[in-house]
């Protein structure tokens, strides 16, 4: 069995594991979710307190979140996925300390074997015990991998492409499509590509990890163009950097929550609003005063905007409110 596949664990590693899929699955329902990628778009628009508003915010790698970075990227962060390299770097006396590792983060590591994950899981307990440690299996990479090249084949048909890269899957595409499943709504920041000119590839240029450009082994224009449709067809929720107002081509729909708050897409916003957890009282105030001009929404068709339905949510009064003083 090759290094890369070898999944069997140390008995003290399982000893520190959760005990059942319930044990996990009671902690991982959330109402609204949020991917925070690493494009430098991310610095274009002042993304950072919408993220903070979702339930569950979700990183990539080591992408930091320090003062100098939080007003366009946030600082909530509930998990990070981390590949192998990084799942090395943080599970190393050489990095500790140096990486961003939030209080009772959970780190997901995904795309490496057994004895990588052996040594992360040991090391936290040691140096971070309140950070939990979970793999993700490898079949879900390959369930986003099989969706990336069956639509990359539709699209072939259809006339459109190619595309330059490969076929796997970015983590930021992985962590979305793991997202979907436990959470009602889900919105993207950072990832696809934008119409923009000279966007550095990295957000966070010249700290540990940055890079200048993408490998081959991701197609982010695919990437991008699944993401985009999945955004039109209101399966999520995609979040970009803009320079004027969003208007839906024939035959799309843009998200219920920008199409029934469209005066909120106007270019002065860089779509800065976009993914606001407007469902929550705290937050539904922050995002109140950000925004001018009157408009009366009560909470039960705040609810429907941005799920569709009705979830429970002891967080959620039933009364009416006013966008704007």
């Known amino acids: 069995m090759s290094e890369r596949n070898n999944t069997r664990l140390a008995p003290e590693t399982i000893a520190l594991l959760p005990r059942d899929y319930d044990e996990i699955a009671n902690h991982l329902r959330f109402n609204s979710c949020a991917v925070v990628g690493n494009s430098g778009y991310m610095k274009m628009a002042k993304f950072g307190k919408a993220i903070n508003a979702h339930n569950l915010v979700l990183r990539l790698n080591q992408s930091p979140t320090k003062p100098t970075f939080s007003e366009f990227v946030g600082t909530k962060t509930s998990i990070r996925l981390i590949n192998s390299m990084w799942s090395n770097r943080y599970a190393s006396d050489k990095y500790f300390g140096k990486l961003p590792l939030e209080r009772n983060l959970t780190l997901m590591v995904s795309r ?60 930021g595409f992985v962590a979305s499509y793991f997202l979907r499943s436990i959470c009602e709504r889900l919105s993207l920041y950072g990832l696809g590509t934008v119409d923009v000119p000279d966007v550095p590839y990295h957000y966070f240029l010249g700290t540990i990890g940055s890079r200048t450009g993408p490998t081959s082994v991701h197609s982010f224009d695919a990437e991008s163009q699944l993401l985009d449709q999945l955004g039109f067809q209101n399966e999520i929720e995609q979040c970009k950097y803009i320079v004027e107002k969003l208007v839906p081509a024939d035959g799309q729909v843009v998200s219920r929550l920008r199409s029934n708050f469209t005066s909120l897409a106007r270019p002065e916003y860089h779509n800065e609003l ?38 429970d949510d002891d967080d959620v009064e039933d009364d009416n409110f006013i966008y704007g003083e």
């Not at 990588?116 to 440690?133: G, T």
């Not at 993700?136 to 890269?165: D, E, F, H, P, T």
């Not at 929550?280 to 009157?294: H, I, L, M, T, W």
């Open 112 to 171: 490496t074997g057994g004895d990588v994950y052996d040594n992360i899981v040991q090391y936290m307990a040691k140096k971070r015990p309140d950070v939990k440690v979970l793999l993700i299996n490898s079949r879900m990479v390959s369930k986003a991998r099989a969706l990336l090249k069956q639509y990359r084949i539709r699209l072939c048909k259809a006339g459109y492409g190619g595309y330059k890269g490969g076929i796997s899957p970015t983590s």
């Open 274 to 311: 976009c993914g606001w957890n407007i469902c929550k009282r705290r937050s539904y105030r922050k995002f109140r005063r950000r925004v001018k001009g009157p408009k009366r929404v009560s909470y039960s068709d705040c609810k429907n905007i941005m799920f569709g339905h009705d979830p």
